[in-house]
């Protein structure tokens, strides 16, 4: 019989768009080199020859490319600075020297070529420190995805796996057994020695055990198929930087697709920038979304109403911008009869919202074809607001006016309501109504959010 953890879909979710939103958090905070070069007002002495040298190198650069509107462009900045007198003794001691195949520098003040070398050793030591940061933004990353296909194997084991195939093989000696000390400990045991040791393997063995063992085959899914590329060479990226110093070798060439070994060669240092790691937590939401999904119609499949009132909140959060993953799932719950009516339309509305919260007015033929009235009023709202007709505010307020307050809260947070035009009047309405349901709470008359 399966336990009844029906939270579990909800918790685990979150921890994981928790672990992915610390990492993005932790990614804007750190801001150690990302300067604007021309914000010369608090830079340091050698910060401002490193600059003035850098306008220099680029003035011959383009001299020796014949670039000279580029010329006229760095002169011109230059020209700025030609009252300050530190400036002045920068352009007297300082020269870019242009060579048969490179450039060379000659600074000629020994205060100024102090300066400046300080000031690049300072610089080299924020590199290795930003180089770092990004290192361990990649090996967080994959820690993540590795919690979450922990989390969905332990239960798994626990509360779907009736007939115990997977532990059935797994034995225990004496010894260990009677320092466990009971059966229960002992397949807690178990579990944890097998999803450590599938840990161990290739990301490819994880989504072979997700088809074998669970039934759900990622891999054959067109909707992420090219994720699944991304996804494992960001895993070889993170075994680099923990065993290799970062540098590519063959064992990193043979287990990555064809398509993204370009432009690399052996003992080369991987470039983890910001960038590349916005990227890749895309992909492994959009991923980790899915897979969820997958598990979740197995293990709520005698629930598949509780199953989306765990998951579609969570989703919603990821409509606008982000939205590959949500607009897959709703678009198949739309379309699952398990599902009771009322949320296979809201499934359907939350599909629509995908398209027309990121400015793609392509679905609105099928909008048009969407059958609003057999939902009932606040669909044929929906439909409205989703095609943007004229009347579709004045009937929101209207809607919102005929229902109770905790309804009243709760459609608020739709995000359907983000494509309603806010008049003064509409703004007026949310303003005074909150007024009222906070007057009514505090007489005691508590509304609860769903």
């Given at each position: ?99 048969d195949d490179d450039y060379s520098i ?106 074998d063992t669970i039934k759900i085959d ?138 027309k919260l990121n400015d793609d007015d ?89």
């Open positions: 019989m399966e336990v009844d953890n029906s939270s579990f879909i909800n918790t685990i979710t979150s921890k994981f768009l928790r672990h992915l939103g610390s990492i993005e958090r932790l990614k804007k905070s750190y801001n150690l080199i990302d300067k604007e070069e021309t914000d010369t007002a608090n830079q340091s002495l050698g910060q401002f020859v490193a600059y003035i040298l850098h306008l220099k190198f680029r003035k011959v650069e383009a001299q020796r490319e014949n670039d000279w509107d580029k010329v006229i462009e760095i002169e011109g900045i230059l020209s700025e600075f030609k009252e300050d007198p530190m400036f002045k003794a920068i352009d007297k001691n300082t020269v870019v020297h242009e060579t000659t600074i000629e003040s020994g205060l100024l070529r102090k300066a400046y070398n300080d000031f690049i050793d300072n610089s080299l030591d924020l590199a290795y420190d930003d180089s770092q940061f990004q290192n361990s933004l990649i090996v967080s990353l994959v820690i993540g995805l590795e919690i979450l296909v922990a989390e969905i194997f332990k239960d798994y084991v626990n509360n779907l796996d009736i007939s115990e195939q997977v532990l059935k093989d797994k034995k225990l000696d004496f010894k260990l057994l009677r320092e466990i000390g009971s059966v229960e400990e002992a397949k807690s045991f178990l579990i944890d020695q097998y999803i450590e040791k599938l840990l161990r393997t290739s990301f490819n063995d994880w989504l072979n055990e997700f088809k990622m891999a054959r899914n067109p909707f992420i198929k090219n994720d699944i590329k991304l996804i494992n060479e960001t895993i070889q990226r993170r075994h680099l930087i923990i065993h290799n110093d970062g540098r590519v070798n063959d064992l990193y060439f043979n287990k990555i697709d064809h398509s993204l070994r370009e432009n690399l060669t052996k003992g080369e240092i991987l470039s983890s920038d910001y960038g590349y790691i916005d990227k890749r937590i895309a992909t492994f939401r959009k991923f980790g979304l899915i897979l969820i999904y997958l598990y979740g119609l197995k293990k709520q499949r005698n629930n598949m109403d509780q199953f989306f009132i765990q998951y579609n909140g969570l989703l919603l959060l990821y409509i606008k911008g982000e939205s590959e993953a949500p607009r897959y799932i709703f678009k198949a719950w739309a379309e699952n009869d398990k599902l009771s009516p009322i949320y296979q339309a809201m499934s359907k509305v939350n599909y629509f919202l995908t398209y392509s679905i609105n033929n099928e909008i048009m074809e969407f059958d609003a009235e057999k939902y009932g009023n606040s669909f044929i709202l929906a439909k409205k607001i989703l095609l943007e007709d004229a009347d579709a505010e004045k009937e929101t307020i209207k809607y919102l006016s005929e229902i109770d307050n905790d309804d009243f809260i709760n459609t608020l947070t739709w995000p359907l309501l983000k494509l309603v035009k806010k008049s003064d009047e509409f703004k007026r309405f949310v303003h005074e109504r909150m007024d009222l349901i906070t007057k009514e709470e505090m007489d005691g008359e508590l509304v609860e959010t769903k």
